[in-house]
């Protein structure tokens, strides 16, 4: 079975400019994660959806970071405009919905850099 | 407030080596979830146990043992004759049960683990 889908892997981009990252959970899972990693701050949770609903979205750092879930198959971040300080790997995870199934399946992040 | 400590900021053993790892936690609930990922030089973060606050065993998986001690709030994570393909960050995780659906983990910072040839 395929994992969590990210995409791009990697994006550099220039202060200013919007950035959209992508997200395909994994099929049947419905929760859906955003996290950031990065050296300074560790691994923080930007905002979770559950049946393509948003449950906590407290994380975001500002006005500047959406993330939408228009379906169960695919969900966005989106920062505009970006800023230096957004430099991080960002993560997508997702879980099922059990109460035996709180483990989370990470994709494998994407590379912000901007410059 | 829930809470997730991992002391060891980083590890160095010589292969062959047992190490473990520690993880403390705090939390009021009666009910809760312990997990532990590891996170290689590539990057991903990959999924290894989930230990249910009610289940006390240890519990062994090849050369990876999990010892969970409600009397101590730990849950540490021992890795028997250590390989280079262990060298990863580490990190401990803890959720909550009795928050409802709530579905956030508490994460702690990790430790970096380096198996040395």
């Known amino acids: 079975d395929a994992g969590v889908i990210q995409s791009p892997r990697h994006e550099v981009t220039e202060m200013g400019q919007e950035v959209t990252l992508r997200c395909k959970p994994i099929s049947g899972h419905d929760y859906l994660f955003w996290y950031r990693q990065t050296m300074m701050r560790g691994l923080e949770l930007l905002i979770y959806?559950?049946?393509?609903?948003?449950?906590?979205d407290s994380g975001m750092p500002e006005d500047r970071f959406s993330a939408k879930m228009p379906n169960a198959s695919f969900s966005t971040l989106k920062i505009q405009p970006s800023e230096p300080r957004d430099s991080a790997v960002y993560f997508c995870a997702s879980s099922l919905r059990g109460p035996s199934s709180y483990e989370q399946y990470f994709g494998p992040g994407t590379r912000l850099t901007v410059t | 407030a829930q809470k997730v400590t991992q002391a060891q900021t980083e590890i160095s053993v010589v292969e062959k080596e047992d190490v473990t790892l520690d993880c403390v936690y705090e939390t009021r609930d009666t009910t809760y979830y312990l997990f532990w990922y590891k996170q290689p030089p590539s990057g991903e973060l990959v999924f290894l146990i989930r230990r249910n606050s009610f289940d006390e065993q240890n519990e062994i998986s090849g050369r990876y043992s999990w010892n969970f001690q409600k009397s101590t709030s730990s849950f540490n994570f021992t890795i028997t004759a250590s390989q280079v393909v262990d060298s990863a960050v580490y990190f401990c995780?803890?959720?909550?049960?009795?928050?409802?659906?709530?579905?956030?983990?508490?994460w702690g910072l990790g430790t970096s683990l380096a198996v040395n040839p």
């Open positions: 959806f559950n049946n393509n609903v948003p449950i906590d």
């Open positions: 995780a803890l959720s909550s049960l009795n928050a409802g659906n709530n579905r956030k983990l508490i």
